[in-house]
């Protein structure tokens, strides 16, 4: 004791400050080693009696400081002072009253020990509340010395951690009116701006603990203590104080700015506008530092601002500011560390606002950028996908597999959330998109300079969101439903899929439609059985019927092609209010379509469920998601049909489509329809107006229709009709008119087989050739044409030809001239024809209907102009086919009758004379409508004159041809069509065989041009009357040129064409003059043509046109032309050649020169004449044994018999 009480008296009698610490230190030490109460009791006594007995406060500072140590020392120390000696506390109190901030530094530091000790404050409260509050307040306000400015908020640390002592300090007794009146801190230092001034030193240590004494504060209630900071303008220098790289200052600060965007002052003072900035900036500085929480805090703090900023109060008024902003948020969401990852995807979401970005130019490019970020992040993060399944499946796993209690399963819980927040930023996003439409200025952004264009546009955005949720979000979101399913996860993203449909409106179908066959319908239907049942979770139920009925109008939209505004009224309505209520599984679903209801009530509520899921199920099925057995399906609609009818109830046109859709799309898997529901289905159908109201362009529907004979007799031609008016037209009609062209058979076409099981559907489809529009009759002329070409039943033709004469007869009679070129069906109903025709392979016997056909199309064409050619091609067609394909005593018969035909004839006349009014020498090769006519024309005369030669028919109008303007158009082609040049051919070979004398044609010749022409041989020329001598050589000159071409060009029916017409001039010479037939036969060019047919000897000799020219040469005893030695090659390698594989024309020309040799007088060997013997006899037993081809063939859309041409 002794040696405490001298330690204490030298602690008054020193004056030297080392001295003075020295002392103190020995004295703190000596107690706590000792750990004896009465050595503690004995220093606070002899302090208490210094303190009384000193003469200044000054001489008291020793004293503080020694007490201040030893509480710091001795951890009961305070609660002994303030219980036992407590009259050292007066003391204290007027020692924070002395002009001493020494003596002050003490005394609060003392104060600080003793308020920390829950036995101080309880015994210390009264003290503060009546006399140390005010005094406190006024020395920390005052303080200059940075000493007494910590110890100051060591105390006031303290002291805030008593609600009692804060409202002591905040001036509770006044009331939030007072508080919410700046007046208010006009008094004696308030603590707000004390704490201000402090903010202003440039001591950042000073700065955070008043920063961190501001949040202690403000966390006991920031409603209460908030507005006094907020009219104090503390924020404003909170900011200030974000731009230091000082790490607890900047925590404090953030600390202090959480709790006071609590209070909407905060906001509406603009102190968040002011701030932004620097809140920006200093993220930027702090993700330099290595300090995670302090990421999270910074990131939490903008987060809030973010999602509190009033909507009228713009935060970012800097373009710059908001490019910084989202770099920081692109650098945030990067970050590896997973907790600072997701609070930078929460800030992403609240910092997508309309009223955050929509200062133009909208920063399109950067949110796309960010966007991006983000979704690959969580994808990142997401479990990978094992496979690729359908949305519905992947729900039904994790149900088999997870409670329905347990929200994230396996997956760990920070991912749900990464995941959840992305969806959240993501579905802003969408809504930012959405609400930016309404905004001219920022569809556009404005600085886009004139007549250019900008990818940073609302548009471009739109698609990029539409995008992004195709090939990232929506398999992101599959992936972590293969886990597990949480309802808020799905509640967001279904919330998310409907906000996209008015993202790109005009994308919004073929974005239904991709939803719905990836089976959206049916996990937006498990998820509300599943978590939405008995009432439970009514946001998502409220989203997932808001999606399900904004998805079935857009696909009502997308696939009916003849809806209407109150259809698609009803159908919302009905969605809107039943949908909501839709919570059951897809089996109870289904039970639910074969209840029948009892009482008015129950009625409307089920009606109501069960016509949702039809049109649910109707949706589901168009676009392949067939989740549901077909056949318990199909029991399930026909109840549903049956019980509607028992109770009198037609459903509306839109529930009876989808009904029978879903039957037609099942009826394979369940049994047929019996008596009763055809008769119900029947029934319903008759109330309709229009059957349109009603039908779904699908093949099973057709096929629904017309397998049932109680349907198809009541509704077979509307179905039709409907099919053929929705079906795509995309092929031209000269494309169309090539009939023979095999390739363009659809065997897709669903009505193919139906027609070869019910031949009747074939009058349904002939009365629609003449009865619908000219787009419906070239569908059904399509269908019936690949039908015939496919189709061996013959009596189906005769079917269609009786059904064609009726027509026929009708139009005729009905029709003038003027009407008939006018009706556009016509035509297509004589291309029809023209191929039944041609469906028949072989020589025929013409019967009644063929000759009655043939009377009214002569007739029609008499009617017509040259210029109607679309219906004179099909006509001629089918003239020049009844010429040919039939046997002779037909043949006769039908020459006569068109023979008869007067303005039959003078419309050929017509047609003929077209030939030299149009072809102007660059005329394209092509063969336009105009030259198939002409070709079909000159093919018909051809075959009139030959046939009325041979059976010496009458004739009753006489046609007349320019032998000058025939030659002519030989010798100069002037590109004319091959065609049309095989065509001409074909005439003048007639003309020769009947040596310029017919009946039927008056060959005449320009006088004129003859005039001019010198006379080189009178006696010649009279001899080839009427052709010339010069005009044989041209014509025989030109014939050989074609045949060079035809060497080039490979054209066979134009080598075949010429060799005839070749052929037939020398015969037509050497009747008329035999010296001029062998000069022309013999010319030395004929051996060089030859040579070049033969290309130099490469060749065979096998070819149909050299046989038959070298017949020609053997038959005339051309021996320049053709030598013994070149004879025998030819029957060496003809011997050599296997007989049966070589090509009719080659056999048939092989075996005319094999038979001219026999006959001539060439000296052959023995062996020589037996290989040609036996080659003649098998000749001819494959002739008798060959296939017969198709001699009808139409090349372009022209007619024409190989026979004719080649013969």
């Given amino acids: ?427 802003n996003a969408c809504r930012l998109a959405v609400e930016f439409q309404g905004d001219f200025m920022a569809q556009e952004n404005a600085f886009t300079a004139p007549n250019s264009e900008s990818k940073d546009t609302l548009s471009n955005f739109s698609e990029f969101l539409l995008r992004i949720c195709d090939s990232l979000c929506i398999p992101m979101v599959m992936s972590y439903l293969e886990t597990a399913v949480s309802p808020s996860v799905t509640e967001v993203f279904i919330s998310t899929l409907n906000t996209l449909f008015t993202v790109v409106p005009n994308m919004r179908n073929k974005f239904s439609k991709k939803l719905a066959s990836s089976s959206f319908i049916r996990l937006t239907l498990e998820l509300k059985a599943r978590f939405c049942s008995v009432q439970s979770n009514p946001v998502l139920n409220h989203t997932c019927s808001s999606f399900l009925c904004s998805l079935c109008l857009n696909l009502y939209s997308a696939t009916e092609k003849r809806r209407t505004s109150q259809e698609e009224q009803e159908m919302s309505e009905l969605l809107q209010k039943g949908l909501p209520q839709l919570n059951y599984t897809i089996a109870e679903s289904l039970l639910l379509l074969s209840e029948t209801p009892e009482h008015f009530f129950l009625d409307q509520s089920l009606c109501s469920h069960q016509q949702c899921f039809i049109l649910l199920l109707y949706f589901a099925y168009t676009f392949g998601d067939r989740f549901v057995p077909d056949a318990e399906l199909f029991l399930a609609v026909r109840n549903f049909l049956l019980s509607a009818q028992d109770h009198g109830d037609c459903p509306p046109s839109h529930i009876l489509r989808a009904a029978l859709y879903l039957l037609a799309v099942c009826q394979d898997k369940g049994n047929a329809l019996d008596m009763r529901s055809l008769t119900t289905i029947r029934r319903m159908l008759d109330n309709l107006p229009d059957l349109s109201l009603v039908y779904v362009h699908c093949p099973l529907l057709l096929k629904f ?171 001629l067609n089918f003239l020049y086919w009844s010429l040919h394909q039939t046997t002779p005593c037909s043949q006769q018969r039908a020459v006569a009758v068109l023979l008869s035909n007067v303005p039959l004839l003078e419309l050929l006349q017509k047609v003929l004379e077209c030939t030299w009014r149009q072809s102007p020498p660059s005329r394209p090769a092509y063969l336009s409508s105009e030259d198939a006519l002409l070709c079909s024309g000159w093919l018909l005369v051809a075959s009139l004159l030959l046939y009325q030669h041979r059976y010496n028919t009458e004739v009753h109008q006489t046609l007349s041809v320019d032998l000058t303007e025939v030659l002519n158009a030989v010798v100069f082609r002037n590109k004319k069509p091959i065609l049309l040049l095989v065509s001409i051919l074909q005439f003048l070979r007639a003309l020769l065989q009947q040596n310029f004398s017919s009946l039927l044609v008056i060959v005449g010749q320009d006088t004129a041009e003859s005039a001019t022409q010198p006379q080189l041989s009178s006696q010649q020329d009279t001899a080839l009357h009427p052709l010339a001598m010069q005009q044989v050589f041209s014509l025989v000159v030109s014939l050989q040129n074609l045949l060079v071409h035809v060497q080039l060009q490979k054209d066979l029916l134009l080598s075949r064409a010429v060799v005839a017409c070749l052929e037939t001039l020398v015969e037509y010479l050497y009747v008329k003059n035999q010296d001029v037939a062998l000069h022309i036969v013999s010319q030395p060019w004929h051996r060089f043509l030859l040579f070049t047919l033969l290309n130099g000897g490469q060749k065979s000799f096998l070819q149909p046109e050299v046989l038959r020219l070298i017949t020609l040469f053997v038959r005339y005893q051309s021996r320049n032309i053709i030598s013994q030695k070149e004879i025998s090659q030819i029957i060496h390698e003809a011997a050599e050649a296997n007989i049966a594989e070589l090509p009719e024309a080659t056999s048939c020309a092989l075996h005319r020169f094999l038979s001219q040799i026999q006959s001539s007088h060439y000296q052959l060997e023995p062996e020589q004449s037996g290989i040609i013997q036996t080659l003649l006899d098998r000749l001819l037993g494959q002739k008798t044994t060959c296939v017969k081809h198709q001699d009808i063939v139409c090349l372009g859309s022209v007619a024409l018999s190989l026979s004719h041409i080649g013969d």
């Fill in 705 to 875: 229709f017309l397998c049932y004979p109680e349907l198809m007799g009541r509704f077979g031609h509307q179905v039709l009709q409907l099919w053929f008016s929705w079906e795509d037209c995309k092929q031209t009609e000269a494309e169309e008119a090539d009939f023979g062209t095999s390739s363009q058979l659809n065997s897709a076409d669903p009505l193919l087989p139906i027609l070869k099981s019910n031949s009747s559907i074939l009058l349904i489809l002939l009365d629609l050739v003449c009865s619908s529009s000219v787009e419906v009759a070239w569908k059904v002329l399509m269908t019936l044409r690949t039908f015939l070409e496919i189709n061996e039943d013959v009596l189906v033709c005769d079917l269609l030809r009786s059904q064609f004469l009726q027509i026929l007869q009708q139009l005729l009679v009905e029709s003038s001239s003027a009407t008939l070129q006018a009706n556009r069906n016509l035509p297509i109903l004589l291309s029809l024809l023209f191929l039944v025709q041609l469906r028949s392979k072989g020589i025929r016997e013409l019967d009644s209907t063929d000759f009655k056909l043939l009377h009214q199309v002569s007739n029609l064409c008499g009617k017509c102009r040259p210029r109607d050619t679309d219906l004179l091609q099909p006509s």
């Fill in 1 to 427: 004791m002794h040696l405490i009480g001298t330690l204490f008296g030298m602690l008054h009698s020193v004056e030297d400050s080392s001295a003075l610490n020295l002392f103190v230190e020995v004295l703190v030490r000596l107690v706590v080693e000792l750990k004896s109460e009465q050595y503690l009791h004995c220093i606070l006594g002899e302090s208490q009696k210094e303190l009384c007995k000193a003469t200044t406060m000054r001489s008291s500072l020793p004293t503080f400081s020694l007490l201040g140590k030893l509480a710091d020392a001795i951890p009961g120390f305070a609660d002994i002072l303030v219980v036992k000696h407590n009259n050292v506390v007066d003391h204290l109190l007027m020692g924070l009253t002395y002009p001493n901030e020494g003596i002050k530094a003490a005394v609060c530091y003392l104060y600080s020990k003793l308020y920390s000790s829950p036995v101080g404050t309880e015994q210390l409260s009264g003290h503060f509340e009546e006399r140390l509050c005010g005094v406190f307040l006024n020395t920390l306000g005052c303080a200059q010395t940075k000493e007494l400015q910590v110890n100051c908020l060591g105390l006031l640390k303290e002291l805030l951690k008593s609600d009692h002592f804060v409202s002591i300090l905040m001036n509770n007794s006044k009331t939030e009116e007072e508080t919410e009146n700046p007046n208010f801190l006009e008094g004696e230092n308030p603590l707000p701006l004390v704490l201000k001034k402090l903010l202003l030193t440039r001591d950042e240590m000073i700065q955070a603990a008043s920063s961190h004494c501001m949040a202690a504060v403000l966390v006991h209630s920031p409603s209460r203590y908030a507005p006094a900071f907020i009219h104090a303008d503390v924020p404003e220098f909170l900011f200030e104080c974000l731009l230091c790289k000082n790490e607890i200052l900047i925590w404090s600060v953030y600390c202090c700015l959480l709790l006071l965007t609590e209070e909407r002052l905060f906001f509406s003072k603009c102190h968040t506008v002011y701030g932004i900035e620097s809140l920006v900036r200093s993220l930027q500085g702090v993700l330099l530092l290595n300090n995670v929480e302090l990421h999270k805090q910074g990131l939490l703090l903008f987060t809030e601002i973010l999602k509190r900023q009033p909507v009228e109060v713009k935060l970012f008024t800097n373009r710059g500011v908001c490019v910084e902003a989202i770099d920081v948020l692109m650098e945030t969401v990067n970050c590896p560390v997973l907790d600072v990852a997701v609070e930078a995807v929460k800030a992403v979401a609240a910092f997508l606002r309309k009223d955050h970005l929509s200062s133009p130019p909208v920063l399109y490019e950067e949110l796309q950028k960010l966007l991006e970020a983000v979704l690959k992040r969580c994808a990142d993060l997401s479990p990978s996908q094992s496979s690729k399944r359908h949305a519905g499946d992947l729900l039904f796993s994790v149900s088999q597999s997870h409670p329905a209690n347990r929200n994230l399963g396996r997956v760990p819980q920070r991912q749900g959330q990464f995941l959840l927040s992305t969806l959240e930023s993501f579905r």
